[in-house]
Protein backbone atom coordinates (compact mmCIF):
# COMPACT_ATOMS: atom_id res chain seq x y z
CA UNK A 1 0.00 0.00 0.00
CA UNK A 2 3.25 2.51 0.48
CA UNK A 3 4.13 1.85 -2.91
CA UNK A 4 0.64 2.23 -4.15
CA UNK A 5 1.43 5.98 -2.51
CA UNK A 6 4.97 6.35 -3.99
CA UNK A 7 3.35 5.71 -7.61
CA UNK A 8 0.52 7.55 -6.91
CA UNK A 9 2.71 10.32 -6.15
CA UNK A 10 4.82 9.79 -9.20
CA UNK A 11 2.04 10.43 -11.51
CA UNK A 12 1.53 13.71 -9.94
CA UNK A 13 5.10 14.49 -10.53
CA UNK A 14 4.80 13.16 -14.19
CA UNK A 15 2.19 15.76 -14.60
CA UNK A 16 4.46 18.51 -13.23
CA UNK A 17 1.43 19.42 -10.76
CA UNK A 18 3.74 18.57 -7.60
CA UNK A 19 7.53 19.16 -6.80
CA UNK A 20 7.06 16.62 -4.04
CA UNK A 21 4.95 14.40 -2.28
CA UNK A 22 4.50 12.94 1.21
CA UNK A 23 3.60 9.87 2.77
CA UNK A 24 2.22 9.69 6.24
CA UNK A 25 1.28 6.69 8.41
CA UNK A 26 -0.21 7.03 11.76
CA UNK A 27 -1.50 4.82 13.86
CA UNK A 28 -3.92 5.00 17.21
CA UNK A 29 -6.25 3.00 19.10
CA UNK A 30 -9.69 3.75 18.48
CA UNK A 31 -12.17 2.16 20.66
CA UNK A 32 -11.99 -1.74 20.12
CA UNK A 33 -9.66 -1.57 17.04
CA UNK A 34 -6.17 -0.73 15.84
CA UNK A 35 -6.25 2.20 13.38
CA UNK A 36 -3.64 2.47 10.86
CA UNK A 37 -3.85 5.14 8.13
CA UNK A 38 -1.61 5.57 5.16
CA UNK A 39 -2.11 8.65 3.71
CA UNK A 40 -0.88 10.70 -0.09
CA UNK A 41 -0.74 13.19 -1.78
CA UNK A 42 -0.83 11.82 -5.01
CA UNK A 43 -2.86 11.76 -8.27
CA UNK A 44 -6.24 10.40 -5.88
CA UNK A 45 -8.63 7.54 -7.02
CA UNK A 46 -11.58 8.88 -9.69
CA UNK A 47 -15.06 8.32 -7.69
CA UNK A 48 -15.69 6.21 -11.24
CA UNK A 49 -13.17 3.13 -9.79
CA UNK A 50 -13.53 3.72 -6.25
CA UNK A 51 -15.33 0.57 -6.50
CA UNK A 52 -13.40 -1.63 -7.90
CA UNK A 53 -9.67 -0.90 -6.84
CA UNK A 54 -9.91 -4.32 -4.34
CA UNK A 55 -10.63 -6.28 -7.29
CA UNK A 56 -8.19 -9.15 -8.05
CA UNK A 57 -6.23 -7.71 -11.29
CA UNK A 58 -7.72 -4.32 -11.15
CA UNK A 59 -4.70 -2.37 -12.32
CA UNK A 60 -4.35 1.41 -14.04
CA UNK A 61 -1.06 0.93 -14.52
CA UNK A 62 1.04 -0.13 -17.41
CA UNK A 63 2.44 -3.60 -17.73
CA UNK A 64 5.30 -4.43 -16.09
CA UNK A 65 4.37 -1.70 -13.19
CA UNK A 66 1.16 -3.49 -11.73
CA UNK A 67 -0.60 -6.05 -11.51
CA UNK A 68 -3.78 -5.72 -9.90
CA UNK A 69 -3.24 -7.92 -6.97
CA UNK A 70 -1.97 -5.72 -4.09
CA UNK A 71 -5.23 -4.91 -2.30
CA UNK A 72 -6.94 -7.54 -3.18
CA UNK A 73 -4.56 -9.21 -1.00
CA UNK A 74 -4.47 -6.83 1.29
CA UNK A 75 -8.02 -6.95 1.80
CA UNK A 76 -8.36 -10.89 2.16
CA UNK A 77 -5.51 -10.68 5.26
CA UNK A 78 -6.88 -7.57 6.84
CA UNK A 79 -10.80 -8.12 6.29
CA UNK A 80 -11.26 -12.10 5.82
CA UNK A 81 -7.87 -13.44 8.32
CA UNK A 82 -8.11 -10.69 10.96
CA UNK A 83 -12.19 -9.32 10.49
CA UNK A 84 -10.89 -5.72 10.05
CA UNK A 85 -11.92 -3.13 7.59
CA UNK A 86 -10.62 -1.30 5.05
CA UNK A 87 -11.96 2.24 3.52
CA UNK A 88 -10.76 4.88 1.53
CA UNK A 89 -10.99 8.44 1.96
CA UNK A 90 -9.92 11.20 0.34
CA UNK A 91 -7.20 13.73 1.41
CA UNK A 92 -8.08 16.93 2.27
CA UNK A 93 -5.71 19.13 -0.60
CA UNK A 94 -5.70 15.81 -2.62
CA UNK A 95 -4.71 12.33 -2.29
CA UNK A 96 -5.89 9.26 -0.98
CA UNK A 97 -5.84 8.35 2.73
CA UNK A 98 -6.25 4.22 3.40
CA UNK A 99 -8.02 3.27 6.53
CA UNK A 100 -7.16 -0.43 8.05
CA UNK A 101 -8.73 -0.95 11.23
CA UNK A 102 -7.69 -4.64 12.99
CA UNK A 103 -9.44 -5.73 16.00
CA UNK A 104 -7.62 -6.01 19.42
CA UNK A 105 -9.76 -9.01 20.63
CA UNK A 106 -10.86 -11.61 17.69
CA UNK A 107 -14.11 -11.17 16.24
CA UNK A 108 -13.86 -13.17 13.29
CA UNK A 109 -14.45 -16.90 13.19
CA UNK A 110 -10.57 -16.90 11.27
CA UNK A 111 -8.97 -15.23 14.02
CA UNK A 112 -8.78 -18.07 16.28
CA UNK A 113 -7.25 -20.37 13.81
CA UNK A 114 -4.80 -18.16 12.40
CA UNK A 115 -3.98 -17.71 16.10
CA UNK A 116 -3.60 -21.24 16.83
CA UNK A 117 -1.82 -22.26 13.82
CA UNK A 118 1.28 -19.42 14.31
CA UNK A 119 1.10 -20.79 17.95
CA UNK A 120 1.49 -24.53 16.44
CA UNK A 121 4.30 -22.79 13.77
CA UNK A 122 6.25 -21.21 16.59
N1 LIG B 1 -2.82 5.36 -3.02
C1 LIG B 1 -3.43 5.28 -4.22
N2 LIG B 1 -3.68 6.42 -4.94
C2 LIG B 1 -4.29 6.35 -6.16
N3 LIG B 1 -4.70 5.20 -6.74
C3 LIG B 1 -4.49 4.06 -6.05
C4 LIG B 1 -3.85 4.02 -4.77
N4 LIG B 1 -3.80 2.75 -4.35
C5 LIG B 1 -4.38 2.01 -5.31
N5 LIG B 1 -4.78 2.78 -6.35
C6 LIG B 1 -5.48 2.32 -7.57
O1 LIG B 1 -5.96 1.01 -7.33
C7 LIG B 1 -5.46 0.11 -8.34
C8 LIG B 1 -5.31 -1.27 -7.73
O2 LIG B 1 -4.26 -1.25 -6.75
P1 LIG B 1 -3.47 -2.60 -6.44
O3 LIG B 1 -2.44 -2.32 -5.41
O4 LIG B 1 -4.46 -3.68 -6.17
O5 LIG B 1 -2.80 -2.97 -7.83
P2 LIG B 1 -1.55 -2.30 -8.56
O6 LIG B 1 -0.81 -1.39 -7.64
O7 LIG B 1 -2.07 -1.71 -9.85
O8 LIG B 1 -0.64 -3.57 -8.89
P3 LIG B 1 0.21 -4.45 -7.81
O9 LIG B 1 -0.15 -3.99 -6.44
O10 LIG B 1 -0.21 -5.85 -8.08
O11 LIG B 1 1.63 -4.19 -8.17
C9 LIG B 1 -4.18 0.77 -8.84
O12 LIG B 1 -3.84 0.35 -10.15
C10 LIG B 1 -4.55 2.26 -8.78
O13 LIG B 1 -5.34 2.62 -9.89
MG1 LIG C 1 -0.31 -2.05 -5.65
Redesign the pocket.
Known sequence: MIV??A??IAETMDEGTEPKGTITLTTRKAGKAAEVRIA?T????PEAIRHR?FDPF????GVGK???????IARTVIVEKHGGSIDIEPNPGGG?VFVIRLPLVATNPAAPDACASAKEAA
Do not use: R, S
Open positions: NAHADGAGIVFTTKGTGQGLAT
